[in-house]
Each structure stands twice: as C-alpha cells, then as structure tokens.
C-alpha cells in the first residue's frame, strides 16, 4: 500500500470520526472514556491472571506490574469521566495543532516547489492551529464544544487531505 493510499484512508476515517463527532458530542465523548476504561481494565485482568496462571516460569513480573496498572488506570478513568474529558481535551488540543503545523508545512513546501499557490489551503492550515490553541487554553467546561470542534477539524482535516491528494494525483497525469 503506497503513502498516498494510506492518506486517504486516514483522511476518510478522519472524516467519519468527526462526522460522528458532530452528530453526537456528548454522548461520543463519554463512551470514548467508557469504552478505553473498559478495555484497560480487561486487559489488565487479564494480564494479572496470565502471570499467575502462566506455566512459562520465564514469565516476568513485568506483565503483573503491568496489569496492575492497567487496572488502576481503567478504575481511575471509568471513575472520573468528566476529569479524563478535560484530560481529552488537552490531548486533542496538542493533536490539532501537530496536524495543522503539518497541514501548514505541508502547503508551503508545495508551494515552494510550485505545485500550487496554497492560499486557502495555507488559511485551513491556520485555522486548524488557532484552533488547537483555543483548545489549549479554554477547556474547562466546553468538552461537548471540544469534541464537536474536534469534529469539524477533523472532517475539514480529512477533506484537505483528500483534495491535496486528488490535486497531486491529478498533476501526475
């Protein structure tokens, strides 16, 4: 699978997720933190019963230490949902403005080597970082705006990608 394949890939589900996003901030936020409290706490079950069920004695304590913190972690988030939202939304925060210095840095090598003018792609890319520092700055108490801005991002991320991808392909011919 070449880079430009998995672009688009990551650039439609980039789309679904903040479609999703959308659609559904509240409630998508919440069973994001459920489902990731669930899982490290399986995972961390299931990583203590293997050290002490194991017939390996090369088995190290390392996956018990392990399993252990897992279980911490998922009681910890399933606990405190509205805290690891807040946590999100930091996280998120940083994750936006990665890709719009990305986006951005992206645009202004193409234009550099002449492949377009990158003018409105260069105000997106602005846009997105604005937005990554909005979020880095004002968290408390706007999750359920965090997460439908991470929406609109993220389908305006993956939208982007996929015109730069059809526009490289389209030169190519």
Not at 97 to 113: A, F
Not at 145 to 169: D, F, H, Q
Request: charged content about 15%.
């Amino acid at each position: 699978m070449t880079l430009r394949e998995n672009n688009t890939i990551a650039a439609w589900i980039s789309i679904l997720l903040g479609a999703i996003f959308i659609i559904n901030p509240g409630g998508t936020g919440k069973v994001i933190v459920v489902i990731a409290g669930i899982v490290l706490l399986i995972t961390g079950i299931a990583d203590i019963i293997r050290r002490f069920t194991a017939d390996d004695v090369c088995v190290s304590d390392g996956r018990k230490i392990s399993g252990i913190v897992k279980l911490i972690v998922g009681i910890f988030i399933l606990t405190h949902v509205g805290t690891v939202l807040t946590l999100l939304a930091y996280i998120l925060g940083i994750v936006i403005l990665i890709w719009g210095s990305r986006s951005l840095e992206n645009i202004l090598m193409q234009r550099r080597e002449g492949k377009t003018d990158g003018a409105m792609q260069i105000l997106w890319s602005l846009l997105i970082l604005a937005v990554g520092v909005f979020l880095l700055f004002f968290p408390f108490g706007a999750v359920n705006t965090v997460i439908l801005i991470a929406g609109v991002i993220l389908v305006l991320y993956g939208a982007a990608e996929l015109y730069m991808s059809w526009r490289n392909k389209s030169g190519e011919l």
